[in-house]
Antibody
């Protein structure tokens, strides 16, 4: 059973960079044709796709966040990461990592981690 | 930008049927698969329908999905409504650049 777990600071100051890591267990991040995504959800609001990475290193980002987002993968540690720069209060949200099936659904999700942007 | 619009909320009594729509803003919604997720408070979303109308193992057959090209929309139908079905539901698909897009979300209330 694949499991994903987000980790990182729960509080980030405005203008700084938000950094999160997702650790994958129960299977190799390199196996299969999956991609690995970050999704966020502000309190009381809907889901927003942030971006994804394939283990080849190929990435795609939400155009509205593209200038501030970097997603990377470390196959040796079975992890992938998110960096979001120049954060503001609008970036306060629960951040989820998830495994994606190309052209289909996200079949495994992390439990989510709340990141608050505040001074 | 491609958007998926859902009704804000729907409500119905136990045992009844509810249908949630998911309307694409442009292009053909049939061009890419549509998925549906259920999200209970404080929990991550889980898939109830993938690839338009497929149910993951463990999801009851009370949940069904369909596509209507004439209205450029997808639908999730929950029949025999149970109190445990009360949750937020999101559709999800891909835009013309193959990037993920989520619907606006629908709160289902079981009266």
């Amino acid at each position: 059973q694949v499991q994903l777990q987000e980790s990182g600071p729960g509080l980030v100051k405005p203008s700084q960079t938000l950094s999160l890591t997702c650790t994958v267990s129960g299977g190799s991040i390199s196996s299969g044709s999956y991609y690995w995504s970050w999704i966020r959800q502000p309190a009381g609001k809907g889901l927003e796709w942030i971006g994804r990475i394939y283990t080849s290193g190929s990435t795609n980002y939400n155009p509205s966040l593209k200038s501030r987002v970097t997603i990377s993968v470390d196959t040796s540690k079975n992890q992938f990461s998110l960096k979001l720069s120049s954060v503001t209060a609008a970036d306060t949200a629960v951040y989820y990592c998830a495994r994606g099936i190309p052209a289909a659904n996200f079949d495994y999700w992390g439990q989510g981690t709340l990141v608050t942007v505040s001074s | 930008n491609f958007m998926l619009t859902q009704p804000h909320s729907v409500s119905e009594s136990p045992g009844k049927t509810v249908t949630i729509s998911c309307t694409g803003s442009s292009g053909s919604i049939a061009s890419n698969y549509v998925q549906w997720y259920q999200q209970r408070p404080g929990s991550a979303p889980t898939t109830v329908i993938y690839e338009d109308n497929q149910r993951p193992s463990g999801v009851p057959d009370r949940f069904s999905g369909s596509i209507d090209s004439s209205s450029n929309s997808a639908s999730l139908t929950i029949s025999g409504l149970k109190t445990e079905d009360e949750a937020d539901y999101y559709c999800q698909s891909y835009d013309s650049s193959n990037q993920g897009v989520f619907g606006t979300g629908t709160k289902v209330t079981v009266l």
